[in-house]
Structure formats: structure tokens, C-alpha cells
């Protein structure tokens, strides 16, 4: 197994780690409270670390209670061929979720379990009543950006570990963007849920292979 060392260069991007995708949430990730844990152990070995938090106002695009006669994907049987049931808008087809992390509620509050008390910056995404956003890097029009790669590459940052929720959307949005983005891109596999709709998971996959990020264990951090 070949050991990784976080770097001055590195940084750790936890993607996620909110109430409302943790056991009990409005959006629950299956087992997506086991791996705190092993987030808080990871990024105590990294000088870098930069938080995530999905911020949507109330009446999002992603909400299916936005869209009359919709109902989220959790609460429906498959009505699409995929298997999700997806809105079509202008920037391309949009899963409908359950209302989540609406600014200023509990449920989008980073979980209390959540120990990185020397995280730099909390970057918060989905704030457009119009446009979703599963990537930290840009959103889901694939050409606003957030401005975090700007904030790495200001402090020198080259390579990025990412972990957190959920594995398939925006865990891999986030890693795959950053490898476009000529940042080195690593998810730690074991420190990452999956939602596991339909095929997203191996979509995922394969486009980790088609970018060139890589997949690791937490075991392979090591101490710099």
C-alpha cells in the first residue's frame, strides 16, 4: 500500500458534514455518522483543511416541493429510465431532493461531531435560488464559479484529499472538477457515503478513471 503524507502543499477538503445528510437528517446518507471519526482523525495530519456546507434558500430548484405535483426521490417509485426523478432546466437535468441545509436552519448546520477546529475557511455552496450546486469548485451551470480554486492556488496549494458526503454526488463533483481544474485529486474511499441512486455510484467511478483522480484508504495517511 503506498503511504501518503500530507504536505504544506495539501489540503483537505471535508465536503459536507451537515445535520441533514447525517442519521436523522431531511436527506439522510446511510452511515454517514461512522465516518466522523475517521474525518476528525484524517485532517488533524494536514496543515490545510477547508469545509463545505450546502446553503440553499428556502424554495431551491433542487427542492421537489418548489415544483408543483413533484415529490423527492425518496419518496417515489423510479418514474425516469434512470431510475431518478430529474428536472429538466436550462443548464441541464436536475435530481429533485427532499428540502436540505435551508440557510440558517439546524439541519444546515455543520454536525456537532464535526472536531477541525483548525479548518481555515467554510465554504458554502447552493446559494442561488436557480442554480444547484454539487461541486466546491462550480456550480451546476458549469460556469459560475465558487472560488475556491482560486483561494488554493493563492496559498499554493497543488494536491487535494477529499472525504465526506455524499460519495456520488457531491464528494466526486467536488474531486473530479478539482482534476479539470489541474489540481493532484484524491478521495479517501473509506472516509466518503454514498446516496446510491441509480448507477451514480459507478458513473462516479468511472469518472475518477476518465479524470485521472485517485482513490485511497485512510490507512495510507501517514504523519509528515
Keep these: 500500500m503506498t503511504a501518503w503524507s500530507p504536505t504544506s502543499t495539501d489540503a483537505l477538503l471535508v465536503i459536507d458534514m451537515q445535520r441533514d445528510f447525517l442519521p436523522g437528517g431531511a436527506l439522510a446518507v446511510s452511515g454517514g455518522d461512522a465516518i466522523l471519526p475517521g474525518i476528525n482523525s484524517a485532517a488533524s495530519r494536514f496543515e490545510h483543511v477547508i469545509l463545505t456546507q450546502d446553503w440553499h434558500p428556502r424554495g431551491h430548484i433542487s427542492f421537489a416541493s418548489t415544483h408543483q405535483g413533484r415529490v423527492p426521490w425518496a419518496q417515489t417509485p423510479a418514474l425516469t429510465p434512470e ?5 429538466h432546466t436550462p443548464y441541464g437535468a436536475q435530481d429533485l431532493w427532499p428540502d436540505h441545509c435551508v440557510q440558517g436552519t439546524a439541519g444546515a448546520e455543520l454536525h456537532p461531531g464535526l472536531a477541525i477546529p483548525h479548518a481555515a475557511l467554510i465554504l458554502r455552496k447552493g446559494l442561488h435560488p436557480e442554480i444547484d450546486s454539487y461541486s ?12 475556491l480554486a482560486g483561494y488554493l492556488r493563492e496559498r499554493g496549494i497543488t494536491r487535494l484529499f477529499f472525504c465526506g458526503l455524499a460519495y456520488d454526488f457531491c464528494v466526486g463533483f467536488s474531486a473530479v472538477a478539482a482534476a479539470r481544474l489541474g489540481f493532484e485529486s484524491i478521495v479517501i474511499e473509506d472516509l466518503a457515503r454514498a446516496i446510491d441512486l441509480s448507477n451514480t455510484v459507478r458513473d462516479t467511478n468511472a469518472a475518477f478513471a476518465e479524470t485521472g483522480v485517485a482513490r485511497i484508504r485512510s490507512a495510507a495517511l501517514i504523519e509528515g
Design 83 to 87: 431510475g431518478r426523478l430529474i428536472l
Design 136 to 147: 466546491a469548485f462550480m456550480e451546476n451551470d458549469h460556469k459560475t464559479p465558487t472560488g
